[in-house]
């Protein structure tokens, strides 16, 4: 079946302006998560989604990320006044929220590579 | 802060060695750990997973779980060229799912 897709998968901004970035997670996910890398380095959260609420959202890095999920499907990240340091690969990832320790596998879309400059 | 610690390499392995990964995490009470292969350049794609204490084999991959000496290793057998990637370990740490990754460890395979 078809897997968690995103777009644009490249984007290129000028300093101060918003963005958008898309997420469409796999088909009955019910949980989804947004996560950020910056080049050479690791996996940073960002937020959780289960259905439209998001019960956590303590990786946003400040008051300029927002992100909403909507129909318990497709999610998008705004990253408001865009910085130099916002530049990184924005993945988007999704997963069947199980019980009793199953169903937690997350599954990668192929990210959005954001470049402020 | 609950931790995931891996190894970051570079794991130089001949072709057709068996490599071998290492991951020990801080929280006792993790119950659900992830291996993830993310080439250079694109995203993280998972690999394995294990739940239980023991051995789990997948093809060429075996995961193996100790909870009561808080580690997890991915062995690959016959590697292949096209295993040369970066591996991920990451741990469950909370009741919804969040993931704590390690920083991964570089293999690279010889031919």
């Known amino acids: 079946g078809a897997g968690v897709s995103q777009s644009p998968s490249n984007k290129v901004t000028e300093k101060g302006k918003d963005v958008e970035l898309r997420c469409d997670p796999i088909?009955?996910?019910?949980?989804l998560y947004w996560y950020r890398q910056s080049l050479g380095q690791g996996l940073e959260f960002l937020i959780y989604?289960?259905?439209?609420?998001?019960?956590?959202k303590s990786g946003l890095p400040s008051d300029r990320f927002s992100a909403e999920r909507t129909g318990g499907s497709v999610s998008t990240l705004t990253i408001q006044r865009t910085q130099q340091e916002d530049s990184a690969v924005y993945l988007c990832?999704?997963?069947?929220?199980?019980?009793?320790?199953?169903?937690?596998?997350?599954?990668f879309g192929p990210g959005t590579r954001l470049t402020v400059t | 802060q609950k931790e995931v610690e891996q190894n970051s390499g570079p794991l130089s392995v001949p072709e057709g060695a068996i490599a071998s990964l290492n991951c020990t995490y801080s929280?006792?009470?993790?119950?659900?750990f992830f291996w993830y292969r993310q080439y250079s350049g694109k995203s993280p794609e998972l690999i394995m997973f294990?739940?239980?204490?023991g051995d789990k084999e997948d093809g060429r991959f075996t995961a193996q779980l100790n909870k009561a000496s808080q580690y997890v290793s991915l062995l690959i057998r016959d590697s292949q060229p096209s295993d040369s990637a970066t591996y991920l370990c990451?741990?469950?740490?909370?009741?919804?799912?969040?993931?704590?990754f390690g920083a991964g460890t570089q293999v690279v395979v010889t031919p």
């Open positions: 990451a741990v469950k740490i909370n009741s919804w799912g969040k993931l704590q």
């Open positions: 929280d006792r009470g993790s119950q659900s």
């Open positions: 294990i739940y239980s204490n």
């Open positions: 990832a999704s997963s069947l929220v199980g019980s009793r320790d199953r169903g937690y596998e997350q599954y």
């Open positions: 989604f289960q259905g439209n609420s998001a019960p956590d």
């Open positions: 088909s009955g996910h019910t949980a």
